[in-house]
């Protein structure tokens, strides 16, 4: 707990740890994870020895790269034979407390379970999430992200009382309810994907409410890219007259374990609880300082469904400079620079959405939403990629000057040059949840 009410820092002892005394504490736990998995997981034994590895390998930290990844797919296929959670389910089932299963947004969703001590273990943690960007005892926490099964919205509640907040634990819906609460609830800190911040900016403006009609200060954004592109994030930030954080999680691992500080540097990573490694996709090997790669996760603390390497698929770089905020863990700065299985291939171009993001966000006369459509014609065989943006005044929705300036823009940014379609604002759906902006037609 922090030493006082003003400290930077929720868990000074932990957070400033000198790198050796941390990573020392990582490799007594890691090797408790390994033994753990290895004894009493058959999942996990099995693809030990068939990668011929033993937990008595595990001699220092750096072993763990001996040890084989696990993929979202492989975990699917494992619940699918071995229903209802897979043969990685550790805790009795007297210890279990929630189940909590990924968004699904990519496929079957994979389940995971959290038992007693996991559930106090994720709220200690988020609590030090949302301490870190500036949450206090008194707030008043408006909770938009989904509640129910969908995990980020637990966590966040569990920290928030922790830290003795008033929560409005209202979930990723009823928009006019939202906009009604900041503008009378009191409402002081706001937690949101970022597609679903910018819908209630955009619905604050159109009721005439101004952003200091409202007694918001703090927003803090995850479950999708954007908070990172520097439009998006000034976007959200003047249209709610915050300061705005990023915030990032996996259901599989932890589903709000990383944020942005005060000093918005990038990512800070919950290093006591969980081993981070940034891998090269092309030759599995760990990634220097400062190289991009494979976000790769291993469980040091989790009791009841723990991952031992899980391979994220998002790109980030690491750095384990001292942050200005005193915290000694590694960060990523510009946080998650895109996933995988989002990259787009077009004409020998690879781009990924937060770039066609970071493009049309970058333009006053665009609305915030845009679509990626990509089909294939059928006479000739030929792709095509069509990017769909609103025009903010929908008189001016087929100017042509603006089309050419965009698709420059894309050019530049992208390598490519995709076709340009600018639809009346308030034609492309809005989007309470993680948005979905590739239409796959090919």
């Not at 009382?161 to 006019?176: D, K, N, S, W, Y």
Request: net charge negative; glycine share 8%.
């Amino acid at each position: 707990m922090p030493h006082d009410g003003q400290s930077r820092l929720y868990d000074p002892e932990i957070e400033t740890m000198d790198r050796e005394s941390l990573r020392s504490l990582q490799f007594e736990r890691l090797k408790w994870q390994i033994r753990r998995c290895y004894d009493h997981s058959s999942f996990y034994r099995e693809r030990f020895e068939r990668h011929g590895v033993h937990p008595d390998d595990l001699r220092t930290l750096a072993d763990i790269r001996r040890f084989p990844v696990v993929t979202k797919e492989e975990l699917r296929e494992e619940q699918r034979r071995h229903p209802p959670f897979g043969r990685y389910t550790l805790a009795p089932q007297s210890a279990w407390r929630e189940l909590h299963p990924s968004s699904g947004t990519t496929g079957t969703p994979v389940n995971t379970i959290w038992s007693e001590r996991d559930v106090a273990s994720i709220a200690n943690f988020t609590a030090r999430t949302i301490w870190s960007f500036g949450v206090r005892p008194g707030d008043t926490v408006q909770n938009a992200f989904s509640y129910g099964l969908w995990v980020a919205g637990m966590s966040v509640h569990y920290a928030a009382a922790r830290l003795g907040c008033f929560v409005i634990p209202i979930g990723a819906t009823m928009t006019e309810r939202q906009v009604s609460y900041l503008s009378t609830g009191g409402s002081t800190v706001l937690l949101a994907t970022p597609s679903y911040a910018l819908y209630i900016a955009e619905r604050l403006r159109q009721q005439g409410v101004a952003p200091g009609d409202i007694p918001l200060r703090i927003g803090c954004f995850g479950g999708e890219p954007g908070m990172e592109v520097e439009a998006t994030r000034r976007k959200i930030e003047t249209g709610l007259g915050i300061d705005g954080y990023d915030y990032y999680g996996l259901a599989e691992i932890g589903p709000t374990m990383a944020s942005e500080c005060h000093a918005k540097t990038g990512l800070h990573w919950t290093e006591d609880h969980h081993l981070i490694e940034i891998v090269n996709p092309e030759t599995m090997e760990p990634c220097h300082l400062g190289e991009v790669g494979i976000v790769v996760i291993t469980h040091l603390t989790r009791e009841a469904t723990p991952m031992v390497r899980y391979w994220t698929n998002d790109y980030a770089r690491i750095t384990d400079d001292p942050c200005r905020c005193g915290s000694t863990h590694v960060r990523s700065p510009g946080g998650i620079l895109g996933r995988a299985d989002d990259m787009i291939i077009y004409r020998g171009a690879k781009f990924y959405p937060i770039q066609v993001e970071k493009v049309v966000r970058s333009f006053a006369e665009l609305g915030d939403e845009f679509r990626i459509e990509l089909n294939t014609n059928r006479e000739t065989g030929v792709s095509h990629c069509t990017i769909i943006v609103e025009h903010l005044q929908a008189a001016h929705a087929r100017d042509e000057s603006l089309a050419e300036r965009v698709r420059r823009a894309l050019r530049e940014e992208l390598l490519v040059t995709p076709s340009i379609e600018i639809r009346p604002w308030g034609t492309l759906e809005r989007t309470t949840f993680k948005a979905q902006r590739i239409i796959d037609l090919r």
